[in-house]
């Protein structure tokens, strides 16, 4: 009897742990939210969301919040009396979020909530080893961490990476642009830190259809693609709600599709791949500008209003590309990020002809091409998204393993 | 309180529906089972299995089995005394599958268990209206149930379909091959048959996969993908142990990925797409077969022992495509269905080549291409499959919409 007993106090431990993640969620997706909705929401009664708000109160995760007037408290409020809030708290807990690109970096300290409190970037030359590149992201770490409020706890640190991530544990088997085989960036990170936090990695097309799932243009789209249009592009795929992994976390790598078999040689070692056509060399061609000013390409396409006759191909190209990812996974909503979001601001009808020339006719009926709700920020706020993921599993566990010093000792 | 009880009542008896299905569904897919094997897989108590059994026995859809010697009844059996056994009825309930194609059809009745009882088929003649189609296929139904036995009930009909089959209600948008859009076959068939009985329909590709993940060469693998290659070339997906449709049903139309831009025009309009290098036409041309006996080719290829030179192209651009499939969904193992088996089984090393050329390392790594396990019955037991379902979310439904005398019906 006794080890039913104590059976039971586990299992009873762990639904609480399980709602507590499931209540913080909904605050951390709403940013506020009325008890009324979290009752709501959740099908609990109104003591028991009394008491876990009342715990995450105490964690420090979040706070009360004075009554909205507008929309929060619409679920089941009592007549003309609107019902508490919950939100996050502005200067509590974070997470560290990367996103490395093949040629800069971009670092980012972000609350719950979703909210970049800080950020700091830096190029990244090429050829630079994957120490050397790991040091530079500290560096950023520790400037991000340097303006974080005292003694709030850092929780964790994700880390975007253009390349195949293993799903099991984060390795980066493979990143044809960096010229990584087998990196465990994430230990390199902490190494160069000196620090012990938990630390998750995922690939940076599959963390910006996260983000944008989840906050962006895709919210409450079942059936979308990200597409990461960068130095390499890959695409990150949402299918029935659910990422799409594959076996080992790979797929999705669709910049790497036979796209002109006469075409020229990619940095995976084949020959005509999609990005070939219309990755960052590609366009940066295009528009004249220096190889070695990659990095700049975003600000030359911004500042560009008569796109020059040199890009047309280009956008085709993009079209024609995305016909093939759409005729695979059927999206109802493809969207452009990286420098294919100017582009399609600049050229929409190629594109969109590029496109329809290939695209199955049922498919292409049901699918829109769009530009990331969360701008330039999609890949950056999916890594924040998977260093929070623990925080949602087990908020208890996961403040047991936060760091609260990490101001100082980074200052250190 | 009345309308309380009532609904009480109304949600156990949906419950034992469901725990019916479930048990039914078990018995489907072992052919054979003890009491003690579902007992253990069902977390229900022996009476409640008995119970249920024998309920499935009393509608006819279950038989009792004597106690098996073998692996049945390893589950939980008491001391030295084997657990009875539940195994389906062979003159029992079935269904008609229909694997239509765009060179032949074929029709076979099904029973639970996945047992072909029955089969016929026909060759199909080039431009043929799609009610001529309906009309040859429900002759090759009627042919089926005229052997089945007096008053089995037919619970179904499932229909594969080479193309794009919408997933809410079965319409075929489009099928290249068959030159068809927005096309109610499954009404046509039953309207031919003058029946009224419960009819699915799937993608050939999609249902290939889902049967060899049910009985054949990925059952356990939770990312597979199986290729139909036939006239016309496509991919069913299994993701995470759920099935990729995509927003409309239209996911996997690999064969009209980009895969020459300067190559032949293809039946759904674009140009170069992958089925124009390797599916039927393609793989005649190169072994000589006329044209118009593309319905043979399975049957040439089969007694072919030295492959001729013109096919090692073919079966290089049979891996060479298959590259951007593994690396689009990174799967643990492909399943090469269709004229791509015999291709297989002659020219492994080219295929396995052309794979090797472009596909991304990590992905490479952990995929193993395979042949069917079902041979060339993949499609037409996937087209059972989907005709099963509703038996197994509802069996006292299902029966209750069979047809107990269709044998003299069809007859007449």
Not at 333 to 357: D, W
Not at 367 to 385: H, K, M, W
């Amino acid at each position: 009897m006794t080890t039913r007993q104590r059976g039971a106090g586990t299992n009873q431990e762990g639904v609480r742990r399980h709602n507590l993640g499931t209540l913080l969620r909904h605050v951390h997706r709403t940013g506020e939210i009325s008890r009324a909705e979290l009752t709501s929401l959740m099908g609990l009664n109104r003591s028991t969301i009394a008491g876990l708000v009342g715990e995450l109160a105490e964690l420090g995760l979040t706070e009360h919040a004075d009554p909205a007037t507008g929309s929060a408290g619409a679920g089941r409020r009592t007549a003309g009396r609107p019902s508490a809030g919950v939100r996050v708290v502005d200067a509590g807990p974070y997470v560290v979020a990367v996103d490395l690109g093949v040629d800069r970096a971009v670092v980012a300290r972000v609350g719950l909530g979703g909210r970049i409190a800080e950020r700091a970037e830096a190029a990244i030359n090429e050829d630079t080893e994957a120490w050397q590149v790991g040091a530079a992201v500290a560096a950023l770490v520790r400037h991000v961490v340097s303006w974080a409020p005292e003694h709030a706890p850092l929780l964790g640190i994700g880390i975007s990476v253009p390349g195949l991530v293993r799903r099991t544990d984060g390795l980066v088997r493979q990143a044809p642009n960096l010229g990584w085989r087998d990196v465990s960036f994430g230990s390199i990170v902490l190494a160069a830190l000196d620090l012990d936090v938990p630390v998750r990695l995922g690939n940076d097309a599959d963390l910006g259809a996260l983000a944008e799932h989840h906050r962006g243009a895709g919210v409450g789209i079942d059936d979308l693609i990200y597409i990461s249009g960068n130095v390499g592009v890959g695409a990150g795929v949402i299918t029935g709600g659910v990422r799409l992994q594959g076996a080992g976390g790979y797929a999705g790598e669709v910049g790497h599709m036979n796209f002109d078999p006469r075409g020229p040689l990619c940095h995976c070692g084949s020959r005509g791949c999609w990005e070939t056509a219309v990755g960052a060399h590609a366009i940066a061609a295009a528009v004249k500008s220096p190889a070695d000013q990659v990095v700049r390409l975003g600000e030359v396409l911004d500042e560009i209003t008569a796109p020059p006759r040199e890009l047309r191909p280009i956008a085709a190209s993009i079209g024609r590309g995305l016909a093939d990812v759409v005729n695979s996974y059927n999206p109802s909503l493809v969207i452009l990020g990286g420098y294919f979001q100017p582009l399609f601001r600049l050229m929409r009808s190629e594109v969109t002809a590029g496109l329809a020339e290939r695209t199955m006719a049922p498919a292409l009926e049901s699918v829109r091409l769009a530009v990331p709700g969360l701008g330039a920020d999609s890949v950056l706020l999916g890594a924040a998204e998977i260093a929070l993921e623990p925080v949602f599993a087990d908020p208890v566990a996961s403040l047991a393993t936060a760091i609260t010093d990490a101001r100082s000792r980074l200052a250190g």
